[in-house]
């Protein structure tokens, strides 16, 4: 059992940071459609779109014979397509319209410090020391990574909208870390993105998801490209490739410590929003943002662990790694 564990941690880590710094890159790409007329909800109705037609066929492969379990878990996949996937990034590429790519997501990612508070005032479990703490410390870091000492002005609209991804986001590592589902990650990720993209046209038909979108040529730092290329970057690499490490990397390292690795996003974010658009935060800013990752480990280090089912990888795998 510990050598499984083991193996699998060996083999869920690089699966974890592929994911983190696959899902970094979809703000910068959604920025230039966004600022070259797209708008949010038609930037990731496109993408969720592709990437369920590149997960379709694998995910059909995936579920044969299996489509008991999917009648089962049909409410638990619902709710990952339309509230972790769709309402998600919806939320998301609304805030980086508005907002510098890496700060957006440092908000969504105080999404721990969010769940802490909201078991303490719902359900009365008072939060440990080491939480308050972390808690404090990312709360501090939020108020210098906004800049609001300084008299910056700051974009109310934007930072509700990376709460709401915020809240999504901690759906989505609380849904896919569910390893007794008997649904396979591929099947996970397909299922929960065609839901998603049939959810966000569905809004869209009838008006209350704004779409409009252009064929014009998009404008990054390096230059300009055909408007196809990030939307196929973002449909294939940063949310079909992303959502499928994800939930692998999950399942094999559990919640927890997949929580943790996926922190990598945020430089993640933050590195491809200077290469595509040349957005990179103040020192103030900066140090900020630091303060938020610091208080988002301690908030999570004061959590009580909860033993955890932790999917046992392949025999097949398990012997492979094991040769290297």
């Known amino acids: 059992m510990a050598n499984d564990k083991a193996r699998g941690v060996r083999l869920g880590l690089p699966l974890a940071i592929g994911a983190a710094f696959a899902f970094g890159m979809s703000g910068g790409w959604a920025r230039g459609l966004i600022d070259a007329g797209w708008t949010p909800g038609a930037a990731v109705t496109a993408r969720v779109w592709v990437a369920a037609l ?27 397509g339309l509230l972790a996937v769709a309402a998600t990034q919806v939320c998301y590429f609304q805030a980086v319209a508005v907002m510098d790519v890496g700060l957006a997501l440092l908000i969504e990612y105080t999404a721990p410090v969010a769940v802490v508070l909201w078991l303490w005032l719902r359900r009365g479990e008072r939060p440990s020391r080491r939480s308050v703490f972390g808690a404090a410390i990312a709360f501090v870091g939020l108020v210098l990574m906004l800049d609001i000492l300084t008299g910056a002005q700051v974009n109310g609209g934007g930072i509700l909208w990376a709460l709401g991804a915020m809240v999504g986001a ?11 589902t008997g649904v396979p990650p591929v099947a996970m990720a397909g299922l929960g993105l065609l839901l998603g993209a049939i959810g966000l046209t569905i809004a869209g038909a009838i008006g209350v998801l704004p779409l409009a979108w252009t064929t014009q040529d998009i404008a990054y730092r390096f230059g300009t490209v055909p408007w196809f290329v990030p939307v ?14 994800g939930i692998a990397s999950t399942r094999m390292l559990g919640s927890r410590l997949a929580s943790f690795v996926a922190l990598a996003e945020v430089v993640a974010a933050l590195l491809f929003g200077w290469l595509l658009l040349g957005q990179l935060p103040n020192l103030v800013q900066a140090f900020g943002g630091a303060l938020v990752l610091i208080g988002v480990v301690v908030v999570k280090l004061g959590e009580p662990v909860v033993p955890e089912f932790v999917e046992p990888i392949p025999e097949v795998v398990a012997e492979s790694i094991a040769e290297r």
């Open 232 to 245: 196929l970057a973002i449909g294939i690499l940063a949310t079909a490739v992303a959502y499928l490490l």
């Open 54 to 80: 590149v997960l379709l066929v694998p995910t059909l492969i995936a579920m044969r014979g299996r489509w008991g379990v999917l009648r089962r878990n049909a409410g638990m996949i619902a709710a990952y």
């Open 170 to 180: 901690a759906m989505y590592f609380v849904l896919s870390g569910r390893a007794d």
